[in-house]
T-cell receptor, first 113, second 114 residues
Framework: EAGVAQSPRYKIIEKRQSVAFWCNPI?????LYWYQQILGQGPKLLIQ????????DSQLPKDRFSAERLKGVDSTLKIQPAKLEDSAVYLC???????????FGPGTRLLVL | AQSVTQPDIHITVSEGASLELRCNYS??????LFWYVQSPGQGLQLLLK??????LVQGIKGFEAEFKRSQSSFNLRKPSVHWSDAAEYFC????????????FGTGTRLTVIP
């Protein structure tokens, strides 16, 4: 069974530029999560989708971050404009349904200069 | 609100020695509890989970964890550590209700010396 796929694996941008990350969850998983992991910290949930609807985006900085999951499968997370403090690893996870075990992708490491 | 404390930032053990990583949680109801491992440059891999039932949970790679409600703890153990166990370990707590948000601790980095 294929795992959660993410791309790109690494991205370096300058502040005020925009960037987008892509995630393809495990086939058949209805719930998709985006986490931000700052160096030295545990992952923090940014947004959670159930199919193509948002379940929780209370921790998403909506003035600069946006995410979508239009067809209820893959998802895109965008940052526009990026700030230095956005440097982090962005992890995507999926689960069969809400309250099922979450499986994580390899992450996208973002460096904002 | 949920929270997780991993009091040990960094632990060093010798190969073959036993290991215990501490995790304390705060949650008002019965929690889901997880241990994940993260190798450098990799995503998180699930080691084991506790939902209900037997409080001693067996996981992959020879790890186990014990849920102690009275101490609000979910410590991870392994009787004999291998060099390949060197990684970052995260404890997480989730809720039975609501959106199933996972709250992670800050992690414990494990170094294994020969």
């Amino acid at each position: 069974e294929a795992g959660v796929a993410q791309s790109p694996r690494y991205k370096i941008i300058e502040k005020r530029q925009s960037v987008a990350f892509w995630c393809n969850p495990i086939s058949g998983h209805a719930t998709l999560y985006w986490y931000q992991q700052i160096l030295g910290q545990g992952p923090k949930l940014l947004i959670q989708f159930q199919n193509n609807g948002v379940v929780d985006d209370s921790q998403l900085p909506k003035d600069r971050f946006s995410a979508e999951r239009l067809k209820g499968v893959d998802s895109t997370l965008k940052i526009q404009p990026a700030k230095l403090e956005d440097s982090a690893v962005y992890l995507c996870a999926s689960s069969l349904q809400i309250r099922e075990t979450q499986y994580f992708g390899p992450g996208t490491r973002l460096l904002v200069l | 609100a949920q929270s997780v404390t991993q009091p040990d930032i960094h632990i060093t053990v010798s190969e073959g020695a036993s290991l215990e990583l501490r995790c304390n949680y705060s949650y008002g109801a019965t929690p889901y509890l997880f241990w994940y491992v993260q190798s450098p440059g990799q995503g998180l891999q699930l080691l084991l989970k506790y939902f209900s039932g037997d409080t001693l949970v067996q996981g992959i790679k020879g790890f186990e964890a014990e849920f102690k409600r009275s101490q609000s703890s979910f410590n991870l153990r392994k009787p004999s550590v291998h060099w390949s166990d060197a990684a970052e370990y995260f404890c997480a707590v989730g809720a039975f209700t609501g959106a199933n948000n996972l709250f992670f601790g800050t992690g414990t980095r494990l170094t294994v010396i020969p």
